[in-house]
């Protein structure tokens, strides 16, 4: 029996409305949940996203064969039909004068200022995520046949691809993909399902490093994907087109700030692989409207006066966009916290008027 994804766990119905109206900035896991758990307590909720459908990286970054599409697309549901939530599709929220352009956002059609929904709205929570991927920073990144993890992941839900190689394309290539973590994995795993002729994958660090896990690297060495652990990408070749990547060999140093022992470059160690297709999944960053004024380090320390406020009075921030990308239950977790936090200074400035 398929088992349901309900973000409104609290009630069997939406609480007896307070008259507040709340604004919701994205629709993954963290918005979701915030939505539902206000919901439940009465609130008008609306819900506005730059995605054509709900469900953030739950919908666009996880491939059908670790998450059903069904079953986010009945989540939102739950959350629309039972509950009140009304969905605002292909709407970006921006700062007055933004000019940011992150992953997904060639699907938005309108955009908002955060200032408008600040006054239309008793309160704001911002769940915008980590849309903005991280560069590599070496020669030849710009290259036709370099994809951002996101971008390759896009068009398994049926989303545009914002290059001019997507998904499919992995068919008969030799595919690169640099990174560790999860998105890595997927992007291998999805390669090799589209019929790629081989998948290396490289990280920095050893695969008991690795944010997937060694257990996860395993499962697709089995099925043939070419693991290249302490190698760290340094150019990638072509005049037009990816033709391949250069990296080089390193070893383990000394412990950084996260208590992993940083990689160390060994001269003249440089090999190449012969690849057509290089995948780049390592990491993104929170994507947050007027950054400059939200000031997510203050919103991490708890600087603000209200756990999860930004500076911006009545602006809460949750999920990936406050703690940078993160397993789905910590971004839940988060969500709840920053509402029940906006819920109490909601109270307190009834009392205070």
Partial sequence: MKSIMNFA?????????????IAVVGAGPSGMAVSGYLACQGYHVEIFDKMPKPGGLLFFGIPDFRLAVERVEEAAKILQKDYGVIFHPCVKIVGQDSTDHDEGDDLMRETIALEDLRNDFDAVMLCTGSWRSRRMGIPGEDLSGVLSGLEYLFPLRGAACSKDICYSDAKDKNVAIVGGGLSAVDAADCALRSGANKVYMLYRRTSNEAPAGPYEIALLQDRGVIWRELTLPVRILGEETVEG???IQCSLGEPDESGRRCP?????SNQVLDVDLVITAVGELPTVPASDKVDIGKVRKQATGW???TPLEGVFLAGDALNGPSKIGWAITS?????????????????SD
């Fill in 9 to 21: 766990l609290f009630r069997d119905a939406p609480g007896e409305p307070n008259g507040r109206r």
């Fill in 245 to 247: 990547l250069e990296y």
């Fill in 264 to 268: 160390v470059p060994e001269s003249g």
């Fill in 307 to 309: 756990p999860r406020m």
């Fill in 335 to 351: 969500g709840l916290e920053a509402a029940r936090s906006m819920e109490e200074w909601l109270d307190f400035a009834a009392t």
